[in-house]
């Protein structure tokens, strides 16, 4: 299968450049399978359910989530209805689910969301929900397992590859919204520290640069803001996978002047 990931959608400048952009992508490389994250996707904070449906139009197939889950209150609800998820290390008895198993091209693929520790939530540990969540999917025979791990710190992500290489297909992370330059394959398991945004790439993490500012200048804090007017980028990772392993890995940078950049992910082993 050949599936195709795009990080934190940051508010409409994010949601312009899938609807611009997604379907042709999908047509172009032949994508079987499309998952992003959804948690800044209305305003830069949270989902609601238009904004939702939107995306699930453009060819979304499932949307992972963070520590912007829970922002848009009528999120709740969605996930009976919608193919949504939150973190999976939310503590038990939260709603929704973090990890979901589906069919495609002929073979099972999990799509596991995990959230980090420093600067996050309070949540339960990471790292082991992720073993032994892996050890019950494999229990169940499904081999193919993907992870959008949400996460401030670079030492968390390549933790968890350290810990799950060989055991997972791809782990990709979620949350800078800055994009890392390390993608690659190794034992099987393709990993990108993190993906960046979707969204304004001429501000402050997708938001407009005068509240940034001002609480960097002063320390007095603000509420972040998406830009009216701002320059656009798309950015996806697109992964062939089948039998639990990734064979094949690049990643898409799509310009709103029409430029695209492709770069390959190194292979380790
Ligand atoms: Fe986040």
């Not at 939702?52 to 963070?66: F, H, K, P, Q, R």
């Not at 799509?111 to 790292?127: E, K, T």
């Not at 390390?182 to 402050?204: E, H, K, P």
Request: aromatic content about 8%; hydrophobic content about 35%.
């Amino acid at each position: 299968m050949r599936i195709a990931f795009i990080g934190d959608i940051v508010g409409r400048p994010g949601r312009d450049m899938i609807k611009t952009y997604l379907q042709k992508i999908k047509e172009e490389y032949k994508i079987d399978f499309v998952i992003a994250n959804y948690e800044n996707a209305s305003h830069g904070f949270g989902l609601t359910l238009k904004n939702c449906n939107e995306l699930v139009a453009c060819g979304i197939d499932v949307m992972s989530g963070g520590n912007h889950t829970w922002d848009k209150k009528d999120i709740i609800p969605l996930f009976e209805t919608h193919e949504l998820l939150r973190p999976h290390n939310y503590p038990e008895g939260v709603p929704g689910t973090g990890c979901k198993v589906y069919e495609v091209a002929g073979e099972r693929l999990a799509v596991l969301n995990l959230m980090g520790h420093y600067s996050m939530p309070m949540c339960d540990n990471a790292f082991r929900k992720a073993q032994a969540t892996v050890q019950e999917l494999k229990e169940d025979g499904v081999k193919n397992i993907f992870i959008d791990f949400h996460a401030e710190v670079t030492s968390e992500k390549r933790g968890m590859m350290m810990l799950l290489q060989g055991q997972v297909s791809a782990i990709i992370g979620t949350h800078t919204h800055v994009s890392t330059d390390d993608f690659q394959i190794a034992n099987g398991t393709a990993y990108l520290t993190d993906i960046g945004l979707s969204g304004c790439r001429d501000n402050v993490i997708g938001m407009d640069e005068k509240v940034p500012l001002k609480q960097f200048l002063t320390g007095m804090k603000g509420h972040f803001d998406i830009p009216k007017k701002c320059k656009k980028i798309l950015q996806v990772a697109v992964m062939d996978i089948s039998e639990g392993e990734c064979s094949k890995a690049f990643k898409l940078k799509y310009f709103d002047d029409d430029r695209v950049v492709k770069s390959d992910a190194w292979y380790e082993d």
